[in-house]
């Protein structure tokens, strides 16, 4: 017993790592073997029937194996999945009746084979027999026999989200009144298997019929790849969900950064008022870039020579504002003078504040100027 348990696990590791046996296009074998029902017939002429039974009660899965493959790109919106039961009859009966499984709704087409494990011939192929999304066909097992069935089939899904495309696959293990096999494992080999192929940019995630997360108990995690192991099913429905984003990373960081500028630039002038911090770091700034552009225009007057200087004294002293200026003592010139500096000192903090445009800032800040330098030239 225990050298056929290990043959079956070389079997199913075999199958693991190879091409399918049979089916699509790319996937090689052949389906030269006889029709099953005929196997079937002619093995029951020779047996006793007060020593068989329909019952599968006493019919239990020794081994499961899933391979899920969403990185097809000739299939599109479609999963092609291969699975590989190991059956076991446990009974003291030979079991000649039907064997189930379930499949996904959305089924586009299924082949089913029993493979010959102990001969060098590909397999028998089985026409199946579906009822909704359950799978069924006849055969024969006999007393502690461990036949073994692959089954391929290509199902249709429809990607869903729109930031996020995600695709779904679920397959119940257990359907009450129509599947309830038992998990059986051989002692030190795993009862389920589960590969997943992907494309490297998506993710996946497993859970169960209640929503909650399916964690393995040995994981091999590769690229474009995933190999789970289950020593036990606590589970009576796989749901694997991929998810891949529906646009790329690097076309979509332009449009991040100009959102994030826009964003920036609407939420400024509220961050700018309810921080007198900012407004102090602002002002900063803007007094240091105009003692710049002060001392630029300095030395540009200064290099012009002293020759325009009169000539914009007299052009100032045309102005009925001089005139007024030059009937007032030197008293009331100082007390002027500091009116329109305080003026300016209120002005700047107006200005830091947010209260004033810029245009109205400059227009208030030159005319007091050019009112202090002729009042400093009077004073002289």
């Avoid at 899920?68 to 030979?94: C, H, M, W």
């Avoid at 332009?254 to 770091?281: A, D, F, N, T």
């Avoid at 010139?333 to 329109?340: A, G, I, S």
């Avoid at 030159?366 to 400093?376: A, G, H």
């Amino acid at each position: 017993m225990k050298k056929s348990n290990t043959f079956i696990i070389i079997v199913l590791l075999i199958a693991l790592l190879t091409n399918p046996v049979f089916g699509y296009a790319g996937m090689g074998g052949n389906n030269s073997g006889a029709n099953m029902g005929d196997i079937i017939q002619n093995e029951e002429e020779n047996i006793d029937p007060a020593n068989t039974t329909q019952s599968d009660q006493d019919i239990e899965i020794s081994s499961h194996l899933i391979e899920v493959d969403a990185n097809r790109p000739e299939l599109q919106d479609k999963l092609y999945v291969r699975e590989t039961i190991v059956f076991r009859n446990t009974g003291s009966k030979i079991f000649v009746g039907t064997l189930k499984t379930y499949v996904p709704d959305g089924l586009v087409e299924i082949k089913i084979m029993k493979a010959q494990m102990m001969t060098e011939s590909s397999g028998q192929s089985i026409v199946p027999i579906q009822n909704g999304n359950i799978i069924s066909w006849q055969d024969q097992l006999g007393i502690n026999s461990v036949p073994m069935y692959v089954i391929e089939y290509i199902i249709s899904t429809e990607q869903k989200g729109t930031l996020t495309k995600s695709l779904q696959y679920s397959k119940r293990l257990l359907s009450p009144t129509l599947i309830n096999y038992k998990y059986s494992p051989s002692p030190g080999y795993p009862v389920f298997i589960l590969k997943i192929s992907k494309s490297m940019d998506s993710s996946i995630t497993l859970k169960d019929e209640n929503g909650n997360r399916i964690v393995a108990e040995d994981n091999i995690d590769e690229d474009s790849s995933i190999v789970s192991r289950f020593n036990d099913i606590q589970f009576k429905e796989l749901n694997i969900e991929f998810s891949k984003s529906a646009i790329d990373n690097t076309n979509v960081l332009p449009y991040l950064i100009i959102g994030l500028l826009i964003v920036l630039v609407l939420v400024y002038p509220v961050i700018r008022k309810k921080s007198p911090k900012l407004q102090e770091i602002e002002g900063k700034i803007r007094n240091s870039l105009k003692r710049e552009t002060e001392s630029k225009e300095q030395q540009e007057t200064d290099e012009e020579g002293s020759e325009e200087e009169p000539e914009e004294r007299e052009e100032e002293g045309s102005t009925p504002e001089d005139e007024d200026l030059s009937g007032k003592s030197k008293d009331k010139l100082e007390t002027e003078k500091n009116e329109l500096l305080s003026k300016l000192k209120k002005l700047e903090k107006d200005y830091a504040s947010g209260d004033l445009i810029d245009e109205e800032y400059e227009e208030l800040r030159n005319s007091y100027q050019v009112k202090l330098k002729k009042i400093e030239r009077r004073i002289e």
